[in-house]
């Protein structure tokens, strides 16, 4: 596991694709958490959730950064570099209640 991410550069001003997980929504499904794809704005579900779409985003798309789309959450992960990391004077994003 690397110590630091090596993607930074594929980090992009993003916008939400939607206000829930949006493959959930297309199919009817349920999500527990919420995480967006720093690269493209892609909502998806957390790995708790039945469908998984965040990873299954990662692994289609291949963009590596997603930050929690939880109200009062931070944090970033790094699929390719395996890391959880916080970014000084990231914006916050949070799903509307």
């Not at 630091?4 to 980090?11: M, N, R």
Request: contains cysteine.
């Amino acid at each position: 596991m690397s110590q630091t991410c090596t993607h930074l550069d594929q980090v992009v001003e993003v916008e939400p694709s939607s206000d829930g997980c949006e493959d959930c929504l297309r199919i009817g499904g349920r999500w527990v958490h919420l995480r967006i794809c720093m690269s493209c704005g892609h909502v998806g579900c957390c790995d708790n959730s039945p469908n998984r779409h965040a990873t299954a985003h990662f692994h289609s798309q291949r963009h590596p950064i997603i930050q929690s789309y939880e109200p009062g959450e931070d944090w970033w992960y790094c699929y390719e570099d395996d890391l959880a990391f916080d970014v000084d004077g990231a914006p916050s994003f949070a799903h509307p209640t």
